[in-house]
């Protein structure tokens, strides 16, 4: 079994610097892109920040000059520092994750039960 655990949502004031963290762990191969995905409520879900196992990341535009994504290198665990936080990014952040099972190698798309991040102006 392969499952993702995020943390580091709540309440944040405006212009605020939450840091979320995302591990996954289980029966794991390999992990190649892992990252943050999130929702808020009458919106579809959307991208924020995704990385590879080479440090590549691909960064939503909304978060662009605000939120920086890293991780371990081709370990398991993800970052997201979201600083100069907007009422607009108030949502349920979820962690995403591009993963090789152990026995099979057969890749998964996996993802976390999300943590929710309230910015209060």
């Known amino acids: 079994q392969v499952q993702l655990r995020e943390s580091g949502g709540g309440l944040v004031q405006a212009g605020g610097s939450p840091r979320l963290s995302c591990v996954a762990y289980?029966?794991?191969?390999?992990?190649?892109?892992i990252g943050w995905y999130r929702q808020a409520p009458g919106k579809q879900r959307e991208l924020v920040a995704s990385i590879t196992r080479d440090s590549m990341t691909n960064d939503a535009d909304s978060g662009k000059g605000r939120f920086t994504i890293s991780r371990d290198g081709p370990k398991t665990m993800v970052y997201q520092q979201m600083n100069s936080l907007k009422p607009e990014d108030a949502a349920v952040y979820y962690c995403?994750?591009?993963?090789?099972?152990?026995?099979?190698?057969?890749?998964?798309?996996?993802w976390g039960q999300g943590t929710q991040v309230t910015v209060s102006s």
């Open positions: 289980g029966r794991i191969r390999s992990c190649n892109a």
């Open positions: 995403n994750a591009d993963i090789a099972r152990f026995w099979t190698g057969r890749p998964g798309d996996f």
